[in-house]
């Protein structure tokens, strides 16, 4: 039940989508959403709609995985379309309904919009390691440091609450087994029952965390951690021929939907 | 009289992801009322996958699992129930106390059975009585105590519920060698006491060798070996093959009829171990 989460989950993989640098793949999903914040006609949208296929195809992300991690945002894209669907100006359908033909086209183009940027940004955590990934960010981040914004303690914090993820996920599964052998019941009865049979795993789930905290911050400071001060790396980061591709074909992306915009395709 | 049968049980997890792994593959058992079993196996044989299954917090990917003769599986009703005859405790135990007082904690799950408030108490004090938590402890917080004490409180809210079955996973882990022996003997003296079936999950072959009387051992996934432990400490080589020791006191006796001194039967525990080398006239009584 737990385990299938898959939010900022990573599927292993060597295709050339899992090997390009982490940093190409940030800017490349940053550059996707200028597009498909840009694509408005029929034909833009189809434009992103090749580029995400073509995209799951080469890292080899099956349409049923994406579709679960869509599953948890169906309500807000659903609440999307409906609002558009009533609430937009233009020629009814028929004669005195409220739904009007501009509704239907904007309500589809934003469920359309929102699935595709749920989508992209799935694949980028699909293909990539969440330490790649915080890592790339730290070295994306890296001018700000200059503005004595805390960059290295920022990614650290991301690295780690990534990391812990599917640490809490195991360890509530545990917890809940655990109780439910004592005979804790977390599907019947009304809310404020159902809240209080949260309590037997939020006690425990909280001690442990808590622990776990602490032994972490030990375990670091007895390997003389000081921050990200001349520290350096196992993995270094290196941009290779592909990245300049795949960054070229961003920037194509978008130059491309500029155009079709220009022209109100 | 519970009988708990396994039919041809496999369980693979996260089915149909880069992650799909089977833990258990086609175990047949029959566990009868009363007996005292150790299941033994390396990390990661599906030791607990296996015992997850006993009481329905697991379902069978494919395969049965019966108390009786009736599938625990077949509705919610039947794998409720099955949880207050199979009573299962987790590795660490203790992380799982959440109560304000040691005494809410063990009446945890006599509670979720919804018995009368009366009952519950006296549950609790028996099972307290059977883990040797005292009294005085009652209404300290559970948090606070040490780890033996944390860990007694947690298997008394399993004894608690009375189930026919009791099965602990590792009860023994991390504990030092007086509490280990204290807890074992807790258990020990519960089974006497109550007629439960106890099933213990192990690797630790002192322990299994001393209070057990069937061993059953998991090797990949499958039944690896199933008898007396007489049987399964002879085969001494094999046991170290699939990653397992023979307890110590076999293993000193084989090395001392290595050199020589003829010792007579089967040896597995330190007692047996005694009595040997003290018929063979190695050692003069004392």
Redesign the interface.
Known sequence: ML?DITLGQY???NTVIHRLDPRTKLIFVLLYIIALFNAKGWAANGVMIAVTLLSMAISHISL??IFKGLKPMMFIIALTALLNLFYTQGTPIREGWIITWEGIERSVKMMLRITLLITGTFLLTYTTSPMALTDGLERLMNPLKKLHVPVHEMTLMMSMALRFIPTLIEETD??M?????????FETGNLIERAKAL??IL??LF??AFRRADELAVAMESRCYHGGEGRTRLKQLHFTGIDFVALFLGLLLVAGIFVLKHYGL | MAVLSVENLTHTYSVGTPFQKTAIRDVNLTITQGESICLLGHTGSGKSTFVQHLNALLQPTSGLVKIDGEDINKDKYTRRDIKRRVGLVFQYPEYQLFEETVAADIAYGPKNMKLPKDEIEDRVREAAGFTGVDVSLFDRSPLELSGGQKRRIAIAGVIAMRPEILILDEPTAGLDPAGSRTIMENIRAYREKSGATVMIVSHNMDDAARYAERLIVFSEGTVWMDGSPEKVFARTAELSEIGLDVPMAAELAEALRRRGIPLEGAIYTHEQLLNAVRRAGAVPAC
């Open positions: 385990k599927f292993p993989g049923k995985n545990k917890i087994s655990a109780q439910k052998a004592r005979g804790a019941d309590l037997p006690v425990p001690v442990s």
